[in-house]
């Protein structure tokens, strides 16, 4: 009897399983978004919907929880905001549209964090604004707001790091463009993602609500893929973030193994890539370190720079022209490019090979130099972007150390190096983070500081030496914060990166994926590491000279900072 009642009781909860949008029983066929000149009055109530789409979405206890097809029903409802000939009537089709998600709401507590301890409150005052939503919209999602809300979220999980991870997101691979709907879907998830889960929006140059409204007719106006990943591009590039970027995206096929770093304003040749094995004897080396790049076929740099930087999301200058060096000056769709560059003072104009990107070592600006090498002058240098690998000394009987960090940390170091505790003689301070909140999306609180090292008497007692440059990014500027706590250390060299904290990924779709921080970074007292990167305590920079001549001028500057 009991093993028959547990059977019925499992049929029955089949069979509502089967009736779960999700698991296909939702037969509504997606109407398509007309094809037509979008109104003014047509892109806001989008921008509208897509507000509430996604406050819905991530506070509504029901949505949140997963019991619906969240990317249908916004492709249902969105062809009803458009033409519609009033505000008012365009506020009571949302207003139906959130009735239609029933759930039983118990008042919520409220955010119970010290407000000290909060950085970033949720950006959803415009849910209070009755002049734009009107009274019953207003009221409904100030409701939701204010609603009892389970700590667990359908669409997003946190990381053991405490940044965002979202899941049960669709990527529609097999998606053609254009397409308006599944356009805007992406916009407005991606714009959602960052709303709710980006921990530094307070420091975006413009209202994110203004970005909204520009780009939805940017999306409206997609003719095909290529149109499509651009629009996504110009996009997060908002963001102003290097950690933003749009991945899976079809890159050009070819490209001139030649690293270029802007030095003195200008795009200077600094040496080569690294080739895959089966390919050394492919490149035609005809470009010199210290030449200076004048213009890739027939558009000057200067130009190219400009109609780059749309595309380019950089937290400050040095990091845009860093990606546009290393991401677009010397990549081509064709083999072939012809550049005009200078050298000592006389212009040459040449055509030259390019390989296929699959032949050739891309990545975080790292080299294939040994990780220790013991300089003249009784120093010990480590370079930690060394794709040699290795493990940290142990014991250093130097009296000086240089730490280079202008480069990603290798996969390939040896544990040692994260906590390096030779270096410290006690526990000290380095660090405190941000981290969102799923109570209440959009809120980001402040950590316990996080500290390195411990009691040893046996620590290293010389001079340290930390190089840092527009190479330095995430976990080296965090690895820079770290090491330059310890005794008898200076920052030297120039602007970092400025972009610190643990990547965060949503999918899009067409089979993309956009990545942006998702973890806020700050020095123990609160203050800035974001755009404003690790402030050198000496400033010294490469000269183009020193390149021509082959010399490392920030190295030899901290060689001779250690024997003074």
């Given at each position: ?13 089949f ?20 094809t ?21 979405k991530y ?36 207003a ?38 009107g009274t ?15 700590t667990?979220?359908?669409?997003v ?34 714009w ?54 749009i ?44 030449d ?32 546009i ?5 010397l ?6 490019l ?23 070592t891309?990545?975080?600006?790292q080299?294939?130099k040994?990780?220790?090498t013991?300089l ?7 370079y ?12 250093i009987?130097e ?6 960090l ?12 994260w ?6 003689p ?13 109570a ?18 046996h ?36 602007m970092?990166?400025?972009?610190d ?55 030899e500057?901290?060689i ?5």
């Open positions: 009897m009991i093993l028959t009642i547990a059977l019925v009781a499992l049929v029955v909860m069979v509502k399983l089967k009736e779960h949008p999700l698991f296909g029983a939702d037969k509504r066929v997606v109407p398509e978004m007309p037509l000149e979008y109104t003014r009055t047509d892109i806001e109530n989008l921008a509208l919907l897509c507000k509430v789409w996604g406050f819905m506070y509504h206890p029901t949505v949140r929880a997963g019991e619906y097809d969240w990317d249908k029903e916004l492709l249902c409802v969105m062809p009803s905001l458009i033409s519609i000939d009033s505000k008012d009537r365009r506020n009571a089709v949302l139906a549209w959130v009735d239609g998600f029933h759930a039983r709401m118990k008042p919520g507590k409220g955010i119970a964090y010290a407000p000290d301890s909060i950085k970033q409150y949720p950006d959803i005052g415009w849910i209070e604004d009755m002049d734009a939503l019953v919209l207003s009221g409904r999602l100030k409701e939701i707001r204010d609603a009892e809300k389970d667990v979220c359908y669409y999980t946190l990381m053991e790091s405490g940044n965002a991870k979202f899941e049960h997101e669709q990527m529609y691979r097999q998606c053609k463009f254009p397409n308006i709907s599944y356009q805007l879907l992406s916009l407005f998830r991606l959602n993602a960052i709303q709710y889960f980006y921990p530094y929006k307070y420091v975006l140059k413009k209202s994110w609500n203004e970005t909204l409204l520009e780009h939805i007719p940017l999306f409206l106006q997609i003719n095909n893929r290529v149109d499509y990943e651009n629009a996504l591009r110009r996009f997060i590039a908002e963001v102003q973030d290097a950690h933003c970027s991945q899976n995206r079809k890159m050009k096929e070819y490209v001139l193994p030649v690293g270029v770093r802007f030095i003195e304003g200008k795009a200077v040749v600094t040496g080569y890539y690294e080739l895959k094995s089966t390919c050394k004897d492919s490149i035609d080396c005809i470009l010199q370190p210290g200076v790049i004048l213009s890739v076929n027939s558009e000057a740099v200067d130009s190219l720079v400009k109609r780059m930087t749309p595309y380019i999301s950089a937290s400050n200058e040095a990091t845009l022209l860093r990606d060096a290393t991401e677009e000056l990549w081509s769709s064709d083999s072939i012809y550049l005009d560059y200078e050298r000592k003072s006389k212009i040459e104009k040449r055509k030259i090979q390019c390989l296929h990107k699959r032949v050739v891309l990545g975080m600006h080299l294939s040994p990780l220790i013991k003249p002058g009784d120093i010990l240098y480590l930690l972007g060394s794709l040699l690998g290795g493990k940290v000394p142990s014991k009987e009296k000086g150390l240089i730490i280079d202008r480069a990603y940390p290798t996969q390939k170091m040896i544990e040692g190096y906590d390096y505790g030779l270096l410290y006690y526990p000290i301070d380095f660090v405190m983070p941000t981290r969102p909140s799923l209440y999306p959009g809120l980001f609180v402040f950590g316990s500081v996080i500290s390195v090292g411990k009691e040893n008497e620590y290293y007692k010389g001079k340290k030496v930390i190089l840092v440059n527009e190479l330095t990014q995430s976990q080296a500027e965090f690895m820079t914060m770290k090491y330059r706590c310890s005794p008898h250390t200076i920052v030297m060299g120039s970092t990166a400025g972009t904290g643990n990547l965060s990924m949503i999918v899009l779709p067409g089979g993309l994926c956009a990545t942006f921080t998702g973890l806020g970074v700050y020095y123990p007292d609160r203050r800035e590491t974001q755009q404003i990167g690790i402030v050198p305590d000496m400033r010294v920079e490469n000269t183009i000279q020193g390149i021509r001549e082959g010399r490392d001028e920030v190295l500057a901290a001779r900072y250690l024997n003074d």
